[in-house]
């Protein structure tokens, strides 16, 4: 290796990696991502030439003065590197090159040359447009950067021989381009005439290769700067599945059998077994709430990956909760007591961040690439990997393949996200190898949307229960009262059916759509009961004050002594308590329904009751998706108050929810496709139509040029990216200080100056994280009241003043009395 030529220079010590070792480390790591979709030759080709730019003398220069190495007084060589940071172009050579040699070979390959010339050049900044929302050929433009400024000659004057031959070997290879022409020949067939989706998938095809790339080059770098990090990594070397299997199987013979519901969720499981031998596709798992689905889809997760010899189960969930309560409960199955050193090598819950979404090098060293065998992650991080803007996201998005992807409560996928997730999932199961189950008691209709803007493809024999309205009949535990008046309810009110049935049923949960009424209706509730009768739940509180929570109302329920929970709606879906009675300010017929899945959850031979209210003053403004499914469950609650034998008795049953998601999808038709606005991207469009054929920019690029560009790909993808976010507001994760060990590992992350134990703290303070909306993140600033825990890392730290022990995060101080008496 040329060591005149480095990558990176390790900071403990005065050790340097050749840019030599880290373009051959690169490759071989993305060769064997790529693999996973039958481009390996690809893969290699993106990780040799990535970093070509750097086999030049400003580049070099800058790296040596930026580590230390030349001296500003002692060294002609020495630049300023702060002010250069950034702005040494090292990423755009590579591209050049894998460019003008494929060019030279016919039109077909100056197709191919443009999806791996565009993950080179993206590498660092996230996939760029191709043409922008204006119409301009950014991509183009990247490619024909004066050479001076991208060091192209240079590069390929001075780059160690065996990356020459090998990129030269690599780049006229008949499979090289056979490997992509395939591909796309694929992504054509499985959608004959749907050019919208076809487009999409050919731009999520090139997305799945730059997170290769990605993740390729933040893993080499990473396992250089820190053996500590490199230790961590199992490299997909998990415990067989064969032992994971025998473990859930011994777990389930000494489960209980003694209640009804107990054999029903036995039969549940067993179906989901035998379902594991079908083939990959799309499949539905539709069962009534408390019916076992989280073991149940995990019973065919497991058998059905050793079949198939996939590499992962990846569990999509909506909220943070739901993953805190499932992942401990598979975690203890999985990692059990007498397997000592399996703990924490098998599951792997990822969801809050604690950095923010913007990341700097640091950072990203630091975040996680879903390397192991079962995750559990959210929905809003699995969207972000195919979606989001950056690198930090996109690097995860091979690990999607050659698994099987569980989305639990799927009906509480965002509307604006439907077409691209349905394309998505299309893509993945099609050309990636992947098995898809869609779990929820409310099954959406993806299937029914628009096909040539994207429905997903669920294969003949989709639902793996055999009898679903019979399993619907048979778990059906509670009765619903529909309380709503004319003029509603006001808060008080609602405090005082919660007391009273709290009375006569010895429980009750109370589920609002907003903090504010959660805060007014437990207010209300305070003066009836005493502090360990009544809880508060809301997302702001950190997941360790949650699981404290609920452990709380766990214990109290098991031991039949009386309890009073005012929650939002992150208690709703998946949660596994049972309460005697629940209250539900009205929201979509899905939500009720879930809802009334913490009611009678484990069937007691009484009913129980599940009351549907309408409060007097309720904003949702900013709440379109739970207004929207509140008008529709108005109506269809209106239906049904008419004429309950249509729906054969069940307000919760198959018929209903078809119902309702018929009248839900045709209302929000128009808005499944991500709409942007001007003020987001200078003018009104469709994300999905910025993946696709971004026909806006395609003809203000038309209007300035004789033609369009003799080209592939057409998509904004930066722009898209950038717009993109899986919920409507951005937030910022803030490390909070609950309890002794909050305030403990705040300290300790002051005070850290190691990066294998920032590592092992950050994932720590998952538990202790609180993601606030920007309007909360400025008041909280101009208070003081957050810190930066160290320069430069923009990890924020809350003051303890800021923090309740009832409420979570406050924008004013708490008072010592409130944090004494809850």
């Excluded at 071989?28 to 990780?47: M, P, V």
């Excluded at 591209?95 to 077909?108: C, D, I, N, R, S």
């Amino acid at each position: 290796m040329n060591s005149r030529f480095i990558a990176h220079v390790r900071k403990r010590e005065p050790k340097e990696q050749t840019l030599g070792d880290h373009l051959v480390g690169v490759s071989r790591l993305t060769a064997e991502f790529a693999d996973k979709i039958g481009l390996r030759e690809q893969g290699e080709l993106l990780g040799l030439l990535h970093d070509f730019g750097k086999y030049s003398a400003a580049f070099q220069n800058y790296l040596r003065s930026a580590v230390g190495q030349f001296n500003q007084d002692e060294d002609e060589e020495w630049v300023d590197a702060i002010s250069l940071k950034g702005k040494i172009d090292h990423s755009t050579a590579g591209a050049q090159f894998v460019w003008q040699v494929l060019a030279e070979q016919g039109p077909l390959e100056l197709r191919i040359a443009q999806i791996l010339s565009l993950c080179i050049a993206s590498h660092h900044s996230g996939l760029i447009d191709c043409l922008n929302a204006d119409g301009e050929d950014i991509f183009g433009r990247r490619l024909n950067k004066a050479k001076e400024k991208t060091h192209l000659d240079e590069a390929r004057e001075f780059a160690d021989a065996h990356i020459l031959v090998r990129g030269s070997q690599l780049l006229t290879a008949q499979s090289l381009v056979a490997g992509i022409r395939d591909l796309i020949k694929k992504i054509l067939e499985k959608n004959q005439n749907l050019q919208i989706v076809q487009q999409h998938q050919l731009g999520l095809a090139v997305r799945f290769l730059f997170s290769c790339l990605i993740d390729a080059d933040r893993v080499d770098t990473a396992d250089f700067e820190s053996i500590g990090v490199k230790r961590f990594r199992p490299n997909g070397e998990y415990v067989p599945w064969p032992v994971l299997i025998e473990r859930l199987e011994r777990h389930l013979m000494a489960m209980s059998n003694l209640r009804p519901i107990d054999a029903l969720r036995r039969d549940i499981s067993k179906h989901c077994l035998d379902a594991s031998a079908r083939p990959g596709g799309v499949y539905t798992l539709t069962v009534p709430t408390g019916g076992g689905k989280t073991l149940a889809s995990l019973r065919f997760a497991l058998h059905h990956t050793e079949q198939r010899k996939l590499d992962r189960i990846i569990y999509v969930i909506p909220f943070t909760s739901i993953i805190d309560q499932n992942a401990q409960i598979v975690r203890s199955i999985l990692e059990p007591q007498d397997a000592p050193g399996d703990h924490g090598k098998i599951v792997l819950e990822h969801h809050a961040s604690i950095t923010p979404e913007q990341q700097t090098w640091r950072e990203k060293v630091l975040c996680e690439n879903w390397d192991a065998p079962v995750v559990y992650t959210t929905m809003v991080q699995f969207l972000e990997s195919l979606f989001g803007a950056g690198t930090r996201g996109a690097r995860r998005m091979h690990q999607l393949a050659n698994a099987v992807l569980i989305f639990d409560e799927i009906q509480t996928l965002p509307i604006k996200c439907v077409h691209l997730f349905n394309n998505a999932i299309n893509f993945l199961v099609e050309q990636c190898n992947a098995t898809v189950v869609l779990c929820t008691a409310t099954q959406p209709l993806l299937h029914e949307v628009a096909v040539e803007k994207g429905a997903i493809r669920l294969v003949s024999e989709h639902e793996l229960m055999p009898d679903v309205q019979r399993l619907f009949d048979d778990l059906k535990r509670v009765e619903v009262r529909d309380g709503r008046k004319p003029g509603g309810w006001t808060y008080p009110e609602i405090a005082q059916l919660a007391l009273s049935e709290r009375e006569r049923a010895g429980s009750c949960l109370v589920i609002v759509n907003t903090k504010q009424a959660a805060r007014q209706v437990f207010e209300g509730c305070r003066a009836g009961l005493g502090v360990e009768e009544r809880c508060h739940l809301s997302t702001d509180m950190c997941p360790a004050h949650r699981k404290h929570e609920l452990a709380k109302i766990r214990l109290r329920l098991a031991e039949g002594k009386p309890v009073l929970c005012v929650s939002t709606q992150l208690i709703e879906a998946g949660v596994d308590v049972d309460f005697g009675a629940v209250i539900r300010l009205n929201a979509g017929l899905d939500s009720i329904a879930q809802a009334a899945g913490r009611c009678n959850r484990n069937g007691r031979p009484e009913r129980g009751m599940v009351h549907v209210v309408n409060p007097r003053e309720e904003s949702l403004v900013s709440l379109p998706d739970i207004s929207e499914g509140r008008n529709i469950s108005e109506r269809l609650l209106d239906d049904y108050r008419a004429n309950p034998d249509r729906y054969r008795q069940n307000l919760f049953g198959p018929e209903a929810m078809r119902d309702y998601y018929d009248y839900y999808f045709f209302r929000r038709q128009g808005d499944m496709s991500y709409t942007v606005s001007a003020k987001e991207i200078g003018h009104d469009d469709t994300l999905l139509n910025l993946l696709a054929g971004n026909t806006q920019a395609t003809s203000a690029y038309q209007s300035k040029k004789t033609n369009t560009p003799e080209r592939l790909l057409y998509q904004s993808f930066m722009t898209a990216a950038k717009a993109f976010k899986a919920i409507d507001a951005p937030t910022q994760a803030i490390v909070v200080p609950y309890g002794a060990a909050g305030r403990d590992l705040i300290g300790k992350l002051h005070g850290a100056y190691d990066v294998e134990l920032e590592y092992d703290l950050l994932r720590t303070a998952q538990q202790y994280s609180v993601n606030v909306f920007p309007h909360v993140l400025e008041k909280l600033k101009k208070a003081g009241a957050v810190t930066e825990v160290k320069p430069e890392t923009r990890i924020l730290s809350l003051d303890s003043r800021y923090y309740s022990s009832q409420f979570g995060v406050a924008t004013e101080p708490v008072s010592l009395m409130e944090n004494l008496n809850g």
